[in-house]
């Protein structure tokens, strides 16, 4: 029997989403301290996701506060057909996407980093593994990941979010998000039996 | 009830049965097959390290503060942008306007009969005077204080019936500055609304120099 690992309470679900909402209400009506707390709420949340889409932190920066100030402007007109979590993220999926067309730089250093390390890691599957390697390895596998797969998988584990709530984030089908993560899978599998032995 | 799920379903699901978020039914269909299924046990147990480490990944160190200071910085320069570009507008208009009324007046000048060229200095009083207004209402700020008992929730719920957006204070009096959108009717509409409303003490425009 497999234990559940991870539920999502959605009495929890539900609270945080209305203390969003009463925020989002005040920042409506031109409330600095609403603004401030909710920004706060979601600032390392938005950085993690935009960095994890750019590659680069100044640009991840620049994006937090350009989707706080979409947030800001739009505020009163968010019509609650959503999470207010999951519009937010929806905001930042575009702005990360638009930052990287704008500034490929980091990946083309990362197309021009020596890849002798990963190649490394990977070549030794009976060896124990550090923690800090296999953190190096996932950041790695997940960089080699297309950044629509890499989102996917992002907002799957890191923020728990369901098939459905993604398909709203990044404005596609419920059956794309399910395909896109399967092939991330496929391209992650080369490192994911490494990090399945650990556990068994 | 447990819906029957096959192979290759239940492999596309895992991912989402490890976070938690999959429907009763769909996770009760998952559970049933990974039960009697060892490779998709295999890939839930990669699915479960997965999430572990993805979660453990640290979050980089920066204090959302100075960024949230930063957006207000911007905030404000959008704000006096948008003033500024507003502003030109108006001037431009008024000096397409004065130069439109110096035509006619020279058209006038060169042998149209007196009584145009009367016309004429009264058409430019009237364009000094939109010119005026313009500046005027290129502000669209008021300047509000609120009952003393009022709270956070009333004050918003205020400003939020004119449309407005706190852009200041309160200052040590009490004062707040309020952005009203839309166009100058509006401004004035909200003026009066304002001043009618006893849960508001003093609301007069930003730019006059009678707020408390």
């Not at chain 1, 089908?173 to 399910?178: A, H, I, L, R």
């Not at chain 2, 004065?98 to 060169?110: G, K, Y």
Request: aromatic residues 8%; negative net charge.
């Amino acid at each position: 029997m497999v234990d559940r690992p991870h539920t999502r309470t959605k009495q929890n679900e539900t609270s945080d989403d209305a203390v969003d909402l009463a925020l989002l209400e005040r920042i409506g009506g031109g409330d600095r301290g609403a603004f401030r707390e909710l920004y706060v709420k979601y600032y390392h949340p938005l950085l993690r996701f935009i960095y994890r889409i750019t590659g680069q932190l100044e640009s991840a920066q620049e994006g937090v506060n350009d989707v706080m100030l979409v947030v800001w402007q739009n505020g009163k007109a968010f019509q609650g057909r959503s999470r207010v979590a999951t519009w937010i993220l929806g905001i930042a999926y575009r702005k990360a996407l638009k930052l990287r067309q704008s500034s490929r730089r980091w990946w083309e250093r990362f197309k021009a980093e020596d890849v002798g390390n990963y190649d490394e890691l990977l070549a030794a599957p009976g060896e124990h593994r550090e923690a800090g390697d296999l953190q190096d390895l996932l950041e790695k596998g997940m960089r080699t990941l297309p950044v629509k797969q890499r989102a996917v998988v992002e907002l799957t584990y890191f923020y728990g979010y369901s098939y459905e709530e993604i398909a709203a984030i990044v404005d596609c089908p419920v059956n794309t998000v399910k395909t896109r993560m399967f092939h991330a899978r496929a391209r992650l599998k080369d490192i994911l039996p490494a990090l399945a032995k650990d556990d068994m | 009830m447990t819906k029957l799920l096959n192979h290759e379903e239940t492999f596309e699901l895992l991912p989402w049965f490890v976070n938690g978020t999959l429907s009763d039914t769909e996770h009760a269909g998952v559970e049933h097959h990974v039960r009697n299924c060892l490779p998709c046990r295999i890939a839930l147990l990669e699915q479960a390290q997965l999430e572990k480490l993805l979660k453990q990944q640290p979050i980089v160190p920066l204090s959302a503060e100075p960024a949230f200071d930063r957006l207000l910085d911007e905030i404000g320069a959008e704000r006096r942008r948008a003033l500024g570009s507003s502003r030109a507008s108006s001037a431009f208009s008024g000096v397409f306007a004065r130069h439109a009324v110096t035509a006619a007046v020279l058209v006038a000048s060169l042998g149209v009969a007196s009584w145009l060229a009367t016309l004429g200095r009264d058409a430019l009083r009237d364009s000094e005077f939109v010119t005026l207004t313009g500046q005027t209402a290129a502000d669209f700020e008021l300047d509000i204080v609120f009952a003393d008992e009022l709270s956070a929730a009333e004050r918003n719920a205020i400003i939020g019936d004119v449309d407005g957006v706190i852009t200041a204070g309160p200052n040590d009096v009490g004062r707040y500055r309020v952005r009203i959108g839309g166009n100058p009717q509006q401004v004035e509409d909200a003026l009066e609304r304002l001043r009618a409303d006893r849960r508001v003490r003093f609301a007069g425009r930003a730019f006059e120099e009678n707020a408390p």
